[in-house]
């Protein structure tokens, strides 16, 4: 324990004489690079963190929680599974999917799609507001209308507008084993926007009965996707249908977009190591300054060791020092840190007036604003780590304080 005496003497310590200021000015630095580095690792993160939940939001937006279908990859009764999938307690909706590959055209221009068929009244409560239909609606997709709803930057690649016919190719497969192409005419009744590359460039729209009766499928249909109240719990919800009903087989949005996100942790993991190396030069900064303060008071440690004080007194005197450094500098970096990472969304729109630039222009991103999710076991595990690694700096000095020699200290003096 540290007791009074000890505490009073490496407060005194902080306190600059004349002599001592430069050693007071590093001092001063490693606790601004401190704040920084803790400020600037909580803010990074919650962007992280904002731009992640953005992302899954997206791509949740025109997919499902998670996909239940048969043992051989087909769902004959689809109506009786949903039911079967919405009586799992955390699901709150449930749908058809039919899902096929194949070429859209209108006019001359070709290209690569993914139709979805679904059907509109399940959609509709599986999607809630998510779904951006921007022209027209789900209500167009009735069973033999032939309508079809299209991405919007797919929608202007093939120059396709509300009421133009457009051609589906479709590859199905035939009886033996070979794939069959089989040409489909629709009419375009609408457009969706994501804001992701692959759903807004590649996806379209049909309703499931349509699709289920181009790819032969007759009344089955390939999977029945759920929507969960809490889509972080989806992965688990997804294990427990599997596990309840026996002969399905299940997935969810974490396996099906697991190369985005896995993508977000490798850029977290990194830029977490790249601004740490900010708190590891600052805490270097601290071991400077105490060696420095070790070596200008080697005279007072001698005395104190005359006085009676123990080598492991010594070593608690300049670790308060040290502690007291690097502690003030994580509590004003936590403060600095949490304050930016809530105000972010605020901040950043000031920022681009008084520069007159756009950090993230329109016409580039589908993002617009700097999102910001603050997570607090993050700034738990950044303030615990900047304490202890600020703490460990001290050991050094405080070390070699202890072994000064209070004779041979004292010999010249």
């Known amino acids: 324990m540290i007791n009074p005496v000890e505490l009073f003497i490496g407060l005194r310590y902080l306190r600059a004489k004349r002599r001592t200021r430069f050693v007071s000015f590093i001092t001063l630095i490693s606790l601004i690079g ?35 279908t048969g043992s051989d990859g087909r769902t004959s009764d689809w109506r009786a599974l949903a039911d079967e999938v919405v009586a799992e307690p955390g699901v709150v909706a449930a749908a058809p999917l039919v899902t096929m590959e194949g070429m859209i ?25 998510t779904m951006n239909i921007i022209e027209g ?74 699709a289920a009766r181009i790819m032969g499928l007759g009344d089955e249909v390939a999977a029945v ?70 070596t200008d008071k080697t005279t007072d440690i001698a005395v104190l060791r005359t006085l009676g004080m123990g080598p492991n007194g010594v070593v608690r005197v300049f670790f308060v020092q040290g502690a007291m450094i690097g502690w003030a500098g994580v509590l004003i970096g936590v403060l600095l840190g949490v304050v930016l990472a809530i ?34 076991n993050h700034v738990a595990i950044i303030s615990i780590s900047a304490f202890v690694l600020t703490s460990l700096a001290t050991l050094y000095p405080a070390r070699r304080a202890a072994l000064v020699e209070p004779a041979v200290a004292l010999r010249y003096e």
């Open 343 to 376: 105000n972010v969304p605020e901040i950043a729109p000031v920022l681009e007036r008084l520069f007159g630039f756009e950090i993230m222009p329109g016409d580039v991103y589908y993002v617009t604003r700097i999102p910001s999710e603050l997570d607090w």
């Open 225 to 294: 996707r759920f929507r969960a109240e809490d889509v972080m719990a989806a992965p688990a919800l997804a294990a427990s249908i599997e596990a309840r009903l026996g002969d399905v087989e299940t997935s969810n949005w974490t396996i099906e977009n697991a190369s985005y996100f896995r993508a977000i942790r490798i850029e977290k993991m990194m830029m977490s190591l790249i601004l740490s190396l900010i708190i590891g030069v600052a805490a270097f900064n601290i071991v400077a300054s105490l060696v420095m303060v070790v």
């Open 34 to 68: 401190i704040a920084l580095g803790v400020a600037a690792l909580i803010v990074i993160l919650s962007v992280m963190n904002g731009f992640e939940g953005e992302l899954r939001n997206r791509l949740l937006s025109m997919t499902a929680h998670g996909y239940v």
């Open 105 to 129: 055209q209108s006019g001359r221009d070709l290209e690569a799609v993914i139709i979805n068929g679904v059907d509109p009244e399940s959609e509709r409560q599986l999607s809630g507001d």
């Open 137 to 210: 609606s789900l209500d167009a997709l009735t069973e033999g209308s032939r309508g079809i709803i299209l991405g919007r930057i797919l929608a202007y690649r093939i120059g396709a507008r509300l009421g133009d016919g457009v051609v589906l190719l479709i590859p199905r497969p035939a009886g033996d084993g070979t794939m069959q192409p089989v040409l489909e005419r629709f009419v375009m009744r609408g457009v969706f926007e994501v804001g992701l590359q692959d759903h807004d460039a590649r996806l379209a729209l049909v309703n499931v009965r349509d």
